[in-house]
């Protein structure tokens, strides 16, 4: 022995046996085996084990869990369309089959406008949306141009350099250019006091 060395048990490095619990947890079966097969509702993400629990302790309960959750995975790899993109690899779902409540109840029927009464009445149909189209041809230019808006028909004449002013309205105060323009801002703002007073009706009879 060299002189000046300790070996003491202090110094001496030995090995560590694995214990328990530092030992890995043994690896549980892919495919999982029950008595009555699962029934599934891919399209919710949903697994339905028939099969009655036998015990109801926490490491029973989260085993039952465990194999619907492997089944349900199982069942998504071996049905479901996969393909790559940009984004990673994607699963396309199948429609849902199961039918879920709703978060909310149905809104309420909404009350009738005086002009929807009316037209209920007279056995008035509602013009469908596109039915007449929103383009009307506008003759002087040989164009199709909207009824409204934009460069709408009902804007002809605004820009004219020299514009014919109504006898009558002139003797009123109101002839001139911005004749046009304020015909159609009094239409919207009847238009809207129209509106309010149907809401406030509607409010009325839903009260």
Request: with cysteine; proline share 9%; hydrophobic share 30%.
């Amino acid at each position: 022995m060299e002189p000046g060395v300790d070996v003491s048990p202090s110094n001496q490095t030995l090995p560590v046996q694995p214990t328990e619990s530092t030992s890995k947890p043994p690896k549980l079966p892919v495919s999982v085996s029950k008595p009555t097969p699962y029934t599934f509702d891919l399209g919710n993400l949903l697994v339905a084990d028939p099969n009655p629990l036998t015990t109801t302790t926490e490491t029973s309960l989260a085993a039952t869990a465990r194999d619907g959750a492997q089944a349900l995975i199982n069942q998504l790899l071996t049905t479901c369309p996969i393909h790559s993109s940009t984004s990673g690899v994607l699963l396309t779902l199948p429609p849902p089959t199961t039918s879920l409540p709703r978060e909310k109840p149905l809104p309420a029927e909404k009350s009738k406008t005086k002009w929807e009464m009316f037209a209920a009445k007279k056995g008035i149909a509602a013009k469908k949306r596109g039915e007449h189209g929103k383009l009307v041809y506008d003759e002087a230019t040989g164009e199709w141009v909207p009824k409204w808006g934009f460069k709408g028909k009902n804007k002809a004449g605004d820009g004219d350099w020299i514009v014919e002013v109504d006898e009558k309205k002139e003797k009123d105060g109101d002839g001139g250019r911005g004749a046009g323009r304020r015909d159609r801002k009094e239409a919207v703002r009847r238009n809207e006091r129209r509106m309010r007073a149907n809401e406030r009706r509607g409010r009325k009879e839903g009260a």
